[in-house]
Structures are given as C-alpha cells and as structure tokens.
C-alpha cells in the first residue's frame, strides 16, 4: 500500500477505536491493551508474533486483522519468501475457504512492496 | 443511526428477502419463522434475547445480524452500560478477532445515540 | 449433575489450571482475569451474563465452556423456562450442527435438576 | 460399523433426545422438527442430500453429525467412490484442520463396509 | 448477474490471482491445482460437486465463494428447485447466521436467471 | 507425554491414516502430502512453522491437531518460553473459548517437559 492507504486505514482504525473508548468499560479496555502486549518482543521476535497474528487472523478469516498485519510484518521486515511460507501454513489449515482472504493479503502486500 | 440509515438497511433487507421468498420452498420458510419467534418475550424479556442475540452475531462475526441486533437492542431501551458490558462478554469469549466488528457495532450504537 | 459430578469436573479443571499455571507468563494470566471480571454482576444481572456466556459458547461449540456456564446458571438460579429460551436462541442462530451440544447441555441440566 | 454399535449411537441419541424433549420448548421442536424435512427426497435425491449434510458436518467439524450422515450415506447406498470424491470437496474447502474428522469418519465408513 | 456482472467477477479474481501467482511458492500453487482438481467430475457429476461446494461455502460464509459456486451452479444447469433444496440444508445445518449470506446467494441467483 | 504416550498418539493416527489411505482417492492424497510439505524448513525455520501451526490449530480449536503441533514444537526444541508466548497470542486472537484447548496444550507439553 502507498503510504496513503497504510494512513488512510489507520485513521479509520482510530476513528472507530475514539468510538470504542467513548462506550466501552473497564473491561473492555483491558483486553485491547492485552491485545497489545502480546506482540511486543520478547523470547520471541515481534516478526515471528506478527507472522502469528497473521496466520491465526487467516484461518480465522478476518480482513481488517489480516491487513494490520500485513502492514505490521512489513514494518518488521518480514521477506516476501518468509511470507509465502506463513500463508502457505494458513491456506492448507485453513483451506480453500481462506483463498479469497489470500487474494486480498497478497494485494496489500503487493502495494507495500511497491511503496 | 439517523431514522434514515436504519430505513435504508430496513429497506435493502426487504429487497433482499422479497428475492428469499422469490426462490425458497417450504423449509426455508418456515426457518425464517422460526427466527422470528425465537425473539419473542416469553420467561425471558424482549431486551435479553436481544442481547443474546447480539453476543451470538458477535462471536460469529457477522456484521449484518450485530446491526440488526444493535437497532433491536436500542428500540428495547437497552443502556450503553448494558450494552458495554454484553460487548465485553462477547470480546472476551471469542477474542481480538471479533474488536473489528466490536469497533462497527459501537459506531452503529453511536449513531442511534444521537439520532 | 449430582454434587460429586460438580465437583469432578471443577476439581479437573482446577488441576490443568495448575498447570496453566505453571506456564503462563503475565499475558496468560491477565487474560484469564479478564475472563472472570466480565461475568461479575454489574448493569447486568448475573443471570443475564451467564446466559450470554452459555449462548455464545453454544454457537461456538465448546463442551467444557457450555458444562461450565450450565452449572453456574443454575448457582444463579436461572428456570428451565429461562433456560429453554435461551437454547432456542442460541439453537436458531447457530443451526444444526450445535444439536449434538444442546443434547449435552440439557443432559447437564437435567442431572443437575435433580441432585 | 458393525449393527451393534449404529444400535449403540442411535439408542445414546435417543436417550438424550429424550431429555431434549423434556426441556424443550416449542421453539426448539419446530426447529428439530424442520432438521429432519430438509433431508428429505424432493429435487435432490435423498443420496445427494445426505451428501450435502455431511460435507457440511465435515468443514463445520461436528463429529456426532459427520457419523450420523456417513451411516445415512451407507443406508441411500452411496458408494466408496462417491464418497471419497465428496469428502474431498469438503478437505479442501475446509483444509487440513478437517482431518481428524476425516480419520474418523472413514474409520466408521470402514466398519460399515465390512459389517 | 448479466454477462458483464459475470465477467467484472471473473476478472477482479483473475487480477488477484496474477498478485498470488507472483508471491506465491509451490505449495499455494499446488493448492490452487487442488482446489481445482475436485469439482472436476467423477463418480459424482459436476452439479453434484458444485452443491457440495456451494454448502460447503454457505455453512462458512464465505460470500466470494458462494457467489463463484452460485455462477458455476447456473452453468452446470442446476435448476431453482435443486438449488432451493441445497441451500436450504445449508440453512438448517448453519442456522441464522448464514441468512444475509442466503438472501446475497438468492440475489445473484436471480440475476443470473433473468440475464 | 511419556515416550509412551507419544508412541500411542502416533500408532493411533498410523491406524486411522491407513484406513484413510484404503479410502481416499489421488485428491485426499495429494492434500495430505501438501500438508507435509508446508512444515518443512525453508525461509522460515522448522521451530517458526510449527508455532504457526500450533497457533492456528488453538485459535480453530482441534485437539488432535494442538497436540500434533506440541509434540513436533518439543521435538524441535522450542522452549517453555517461546511456547507460553506463541499461545499467549491465540489466546488473545481466539477468545475464551479456546481456554479448554489451552489447558490440554498446556498438560501434554507438561508431560513432554518431565518425560
């Protein structure tokens, strides 16, 4: 994605997530900052948990996490070949059901590239 | 939402479901009936199957029944704190993958606030 | 489930919590935490979150998590009426297939209906 | 499976549908009630049917319905062929996380044939 | 869908495929080969095949893939009746959550019959 | 798990995988050898594979394939570390829901640790 898109998705993101903060209670707010403390560095590397959120986010088939994620591994420096391998994980786990979600992972990582 | 918003979803799953009963036989009728019902008050009050019904389309993440709910819930007189706290269930049984759809259902709710 | 089936199962559960336990970093533990602030009574009865948590655990077929909330929905006194209603949502919106657990559910209600 | 043990399943069935029936309200017998029209033979076959239940048992990962349907397929005279061909539709469709399911389900296939 | 609405559909997954194939290893490729492999008919005919598919993809709702294998229903001549009967299998297995995918199912149905 | 156990687990899958190999055409063949083919050591190392494995097999909830995974993860040398971090994210990711699966991951790395 141009730099563009990467902030264009991240203004909606916090555009919502002020929404989120506006209604939600204690516990809501725990878990989205447990949410963030699970990436963070630590016996593992922040790409190898990145690579994790992805895969999970694509047998589980959801597109607004597989894009954050895709943008995260590419802040990471994750390869295109490192990459091919992970989806390829996720696709035989998860299936030919997945293939659409595939297609729009590799799109955002096409621009990325491109950027 | 604004009156209108909520007429335009009501209005496009008219259209929809006029093209339903185009093609269904007997079973698929009878199951959209049943949604109905399911509804209904009965031991339990109108505003918790609602919510039920919400948390349910929450953990499955499907965002067309989160927003019907969600209009459902407001037209019951469900408060942002019960709504809160029926989100944060369903954020905590079925995890990160659902705050997407969480971020859109709040969004919906703050519409229907300040309409 | 008579007394002493209660406690079997909680007495299990509590020995693989040790060993959760034992493994978990700060992460894990927040998150299981977490898990039991969101059912603790606030704008919404117990009763109520326990019936959220019951619901969605149907949909999302867990054994464990539906016997769990089974057995607290009756600490909390919930009716069979309540109950039934309840299943009938979660029945509805997540099909068929939830069947063979609704068959487990009512077979845990059952047994702890007459201890 | 040899008589004995589809006897052994279906009399389990029957025990806790019996308990289904007692606890259950109008509702959730429309509902089982409708399960067993839609298996019907009408445009499709009933063969085709039980196909379509149990791919769809197969990807959703239900293993009571995956055996209920792979004795139903046994019964309409499927054949070993057809079977294997359908549940590679559902394999791939669903991915590798469906193969403990389809160990399963080929290991009662395997006992029906040769009972 | 009229010929041009077929044809935008086919050609937005061909320029996503062109993005797969420039990413992807052997394995997604050999997958891709797969999931091609089994719709091709057998001891079960293409409708057949098809159905499975379509079910299969309706219980996951997954609407790009309900929508390619609502097109290739159309081309192997299933008729309005069979497929009523198989989506309504899909309907009773996966429960109201597969409605606003059934009624988008149904919606290009309808377009497809009047082009 | 003690060797033993470890040895009861594989003979058990060898059992089944031959009646699957009885059974399955050159489609179900093929996928299973694709299968073996994206945990083989490429880009990414055998140790990241396997938590992508095992992370998606928490967050789609398969016991049979958890405990695969934490077998293969011991044998490739994952630390108790590296292992509470990788679940830590499918915890998050997954929701509750996947607390039960958690437990047994968590009670079949505890025997492997002390066999």
Same mark, same amino acid.
């Given at each position: 994605m141009p730099t563009s898109t990467v902030k264009t998705f991240r203004a909606e993101r916090e555009r919502l997530n002020e929404i989120v903060r506006k209604y939600s209670g204690q516990a809501i707010k725990r878990f989205i900052? &447990?949410? =963030?403390?699970v990436y963070r560095p630590g016996a593992l590397p922040a790409q190898t948990k990145e &690579?994790? =959120?992805l895969v999970a986010s694509l047998v589980l088939r959801c597109d607004d996490c597989i894009k954050y994620h895709i943008i995260r591994c590419h802040e990471e420096g994750v390869s295109s070949a490192e990459l091919d391998e992970?989806?390829?994980?996720?696709l035989v786990v998860g299936g030919s059901i997945v293939i659409p979600h595939?297609?729009?992972?590799l799109a955002a990582w096409d621009e990325l590239q491109r950027s």
């Open positions: 900052s &447990l949410d =963030g403390q &690579l994790l =959120g992970a989806l390829a994980v996720g595939l297609r729009r992972a």
